[in-house]
């Protein structure tokens, strides 16, 4: 066993090798592996002190660095947390570590006690910055809890919403940054509530853990026709979104906040986990499968920076951005392939009829061809009663209230 301090790459790297390897063993206390792991960790811990001076890290994340390094997974926790709920309640941040599991994991992982007791980071909020959220809104949906009674939300509102936010580490400064993304021409545009439907839809889904991991590269165009013919059943709206789970994908529905003019975004909710979120703000099938594919399309196209996300008011259809025409353009060739429109009488004759046809031979629901007449001629009084209208919010238990378009 080495005791002598590390001061080169090469024994750094042969330290925390054997680190791992110990690690792995899980030795009892007292026992000679058990001591060497410990005396390793330290030197590992005094090493990247002195070469790696950063401020300390916030512990849930200072955990997570550790298990990269170490390629540990969440079971290999276990040892130092005492059970696998507790380790993905203390990795999601629902618990916090009690003494025993700090002592625990500094000394078998080698991080230093200091960076995990410490306090999480809250967002910085400032006093006039959070008096523009809508507290009221958000604590009437539950965003902070049920129970929460009105009369207490004054003076408690500013530290609810820097636990709420703590969630999505950007503070609120940063997140309006990314209005390039956020598809909309309301002038009364309000970036606050947006930032807030953001941190629901991501706690939402961290909460839902999916089974399989997203695969890079899953998205394209024979993927999208496989989403887009579940149309054909009465629910394939849920199918839909359990299809795109099982796929690594989330799809969380969620009502939108007022004047946030949202019908659908494109977001991560982690590095490796993307996120579909859906307003139903028009309870139509013809808008859920355009919203649903055209923030598919941002997944496949435009989401390669795990930082990025978009948001899309839908019915703004002109003077859109390249990235927004090319998803809109991807949407509609899922939906309707443009070889299959060319070639189909509904473009001449506009009768339920010839909706019906063209949709049974591309195996989609007839709502989704008529939502597409109805773009292509730019006339949107004619197959309105074939637009599946009033039927997509019942299917979400989920939906949270409201009904329709209501800023």
């Known amino acids: 066993m080495t005791t002598k ?15 791992q390897r110990l690690a792995a063993l899980d030795p009892a206390a007292g026992t000679r592996e058990a001591d060497e792991l410990e005396v390793l960790a330290l030197l590992v811990s005094d090493y990247e002190a002195k070469h ?64 995990l007791v410490q306090e999480p980071p809250k967002p910085d909020v400032s006093d006039a910055e959070w008096r523009r959220f809508p507290i009221r809104e958000m604590a009437a949906r539950g965003y902070f809890g049920m129970g929460l009674k009105s009369s207490s939300l004054k003076a408690s509102a500013p530290t609810l919403l820097a636990d709420f936010l703590a969630v999505d580490s950007r503070p609120a400064h940063a997140f309006r940054k990314q209005s390039q993304h956020v598809r909309t021409n309301h002038a009364s545009f309000d970036s606050y509530a947006l930032h807030a439907w953001t941190v629901r839809i991501i706690r939402l889904a961290k909460a839902h853990k999916l ?8 998205i394209d165009a024979a993927f999208m026709q496989q989403v887009a013919r579940l149309s054909w059943s009465s629910q394939g709206p849920t199918l839909a979104k359990e299809f795109l789970e099982q796929h690594g994908i989330s799809v969380v529905v969620e009502r939108h906040l007022p004047k ?63 990235r927004e025409a090319e998803a809109d353009a991807t949407a509609r060739e899922a939906l309707v392939p443009h070889s299959a429109w060319e070639a189909s009488a509904v473009r001449h004759v506009r009768s339920p009829d010839a909706v019906k046809l063209l949709a049974k031979q591309l195996h989609v629901h007839s709502a989704v061809v008529a939502g597409r007449v109805r773009f292509e001629s730019k006339d949107y009084t004619v197959l309105g ?12 238990p989920e939906y949270r209230g409201g009904v329709g378009e209501q800023e």
């Not at 301090?5 to 680190?19: D, F, G, I, M, Q």
């Not at 089974?211 to 899953?218: E, F, H, S, V």
């Not at 009663?385 to 979400?396: D, I, K, N, P, Y």
Request: hydrophobic content about 45%.
């Open 385 to 396: 009663s074939m637009l599946g209208s009033g039927t997509v919010q019942q299917l979400f």
């Open 211 to 218: 089974k399989t991991a997203y695969r890079p590269g899953l």
């Open 260 to 322: 946030t003019y949202l019908d659908g975004a494109a977001l991560w909710a982690d590095k490796d986990h993307p996120v579909i979120g859906m307003t139903l703000r028009y309870d139509r099938l013809d808008n859920f499968w355009f919203c649903l594919m055209h923030e598919l399309a941002h997944l496949q196209l435009h989401l390669a920076d795990a930082a990025a996300a978009y948001y899309d008011d839908l019915a703004k259809l002109e003077d859109v951005d390249d």
């Open 52 to 115: 790696f001076p950063i401020d300390d890290p916030d512990p849930v994340d200072a955990i997570r660095f550790r298990m990269e390094q170490m390629g540990l997974a969440q079971q290999d926790l276990v040892p130092y947390i005492g059970s696998k709920s507790k380790v993905s309640e203390v990795l999601s941040r629902k618990r916090r570590l009690s003494l025993p599991m700090v002592r625990a994991l500094s000394e078998g992982l080698g991080i230093p006690a200091r960076v």
């Open 5 to 19: 301090v590390l001061k080169t790459p090469s024994e750094y790297e042969a330290a925390l090798r054997e680190v």
